[in-house]
């Protein structure tokens, strides 16, 4: 039991760490999220399964999906992705037409 304690621990340090070098925040959401879960799972083994219940939902659950629809809301996160081969042209998401990386402003 106490090794386990150990690596949730070391793990929860890794995550700290990473979540600060990390480029994209896409992946500090993701970071985030499994430090989350893992210090609920941390407070389940100190026998405080109410803290721990409420690290999972509030922490991982909630604070997750408010980060993902944020990053949505601004237009971090494109989710059109070209298919290949059916018709469309295959611009990547980030380009427009005339192949740069810069977006135009929606009117």
């Known amino acids: ?27 500090s959401i993701v970071i985030f999220s499994a430090y989350s879960l893992v210090m609920s799972i941390i407070w389940i083994i100190m026998e405080s399964p109410d803290l721990g219940i409420t690290e999972a939902a509030v922490g991982a659950g909630v604070t997750g999906i408010l980060f993902f629809a944020t990053l949505k809301k601004i237009n971090q996160i494109d989710l059109h992705f070209s298919k290949q081969g059916a018709g469309e042209d295959d611009h990547s998401p980030g380009k427009n037409k005339e192949g740069n990386g810069h977006r135009r402003a929606k009117n």
């Open 1 to 27: 039991m106490n090794t386990i304690v150990i690596m949730l621990c070391a793990f929860l340090i890794i995550c700290a760490i990473a979540v600060s070098f990390t480029k994209s925040i896409l992946s």
